[in-house]
């Protein structure tokens, strides 16, 4: 997949197929980058047995009509269960292009969300989105039905870990409108560019970050609370040592990622975080 440029920032003519495209790109941004601890990359298959980069990119490309369809919807101010009802399509979509496997679920829901969440901001305001826009038209459309959803017990591995660890699920993330996207993920991925990072560096330096401080249910999951914790913590001290930026980062990086293999620890949820991120450098103007 050819990695375009020119964000939808720089692109006067947003629309809602533009914003669902940046949706399929982020996520390619996300499965390229490497060293990610854990963490499926285009040359390994980080914690998982199940699935490598040629799962992912089937994936990927099961969902490119999706972000489109829900962004359209999104522009249409559609009812949730409209919006529900795209994303389990999209599921069964992209459990039929892995054979069973599931790669983006928390992507379908989220980036889906914040798809949806730009069509209608696009609606309201014209061409020129910016985050803060982007959140507020999630609460206002949906954040009821969403703070409803959130009450409902899950069925799902990382729903059931959530509730047994005492985290915020991702179902409560989206009720709040993604805080740690919008106030943890985002301002790292920003403050990594203007700081003369690479593309490649920001993400990586943007997704400790998140693995710092969100509650990822996939690591509950795989790893138990304890796992969760010495994730953050190891996160977490990789930035206080200066993080990516050092000489010696990458090789950091990458020891780091090889103890979350031994330990079978993945943050999918990060993942999923870092990729909206890109995903809004990509289709906004600004703070």
């Known amino acids: 997949m050819r990695n375009s440029a020119l964000s939808l920032a720089q692109d006067s003519r947003v629309t809602p197929a533009a914003i669902g495209r940046a949706a399929t790109l982020a996520l390619y941004d996300e499965l390229s980058l490497s060293p990610k601890p854990g963490l499926v990359t285009l040359i390994d298959c980080g914690s998982h047995d199940d699935m490598d980069a040629h799962a992912f990119m089937r994936s990927l490309f099961s969902l490119r009509r999706y972000f489109v369809q829900i962004a359209e919807a999104g522009f249409g101010v559609a009812d949730f269960a409209v919006l529900e009802r795209c994303g389990i399509a999209a599921e069964a979509r992209m459990f039929a292009a892995t054979g ?80 740690v996207l919008f106030e943890t993920a985002l301002p790292a991925l920003n403050d990594a560019r203007a700081r003369g990072l690479s593309p490649r560096l920001a993400r990586l330096d943007t997704l400790f970050h998140i693995i710092a401080v969100l509650d990822d249910s996939n690591l509950a999951h795989r790893g138990g609370l304890a796992g969760l914790r010495d994730a953050q913590r190891a996160a977490q001290d990789y930035l206080d040592r200066g993080g990516v930026a050092r000489p010696e980062g990458l090789l950091e990086a990458q020891a780091i990622a090889d103890d979350f293999v031994r330990h079978r620890l993945s943050p999918g949820g990060a993942a999923d975080t870092l990729a909206a991120a890109c995903w809004i450098r990509r289709v906004c103007t600004g703070p």
């Not at 459309?141 to 915020?168: E, K, N, T, V, Y």
């Open 100 to 179: 069973g496997v599931n790669t983006h679920r928390g992507a379908i829901f989220m980036l889906g969300l914040l798809c949806a969440a730009a069509g209608a901001a696009l609606r309201e305001q014209g061409g020129a989105l910016r985050p803060a826009a982007l959140r507020d038209a999630l609460r206002r459309h949906w954040g009821d039905a969403l703070a409803r959803r959130s009450q409902r017990p899950s069925a799902l591995p990382g729903g059931i870990a959530a509730r047994r660890h005492g985290l915020r699920s991702a179902s409560e993330e989206a009720a709040l409108a993604f805080p």
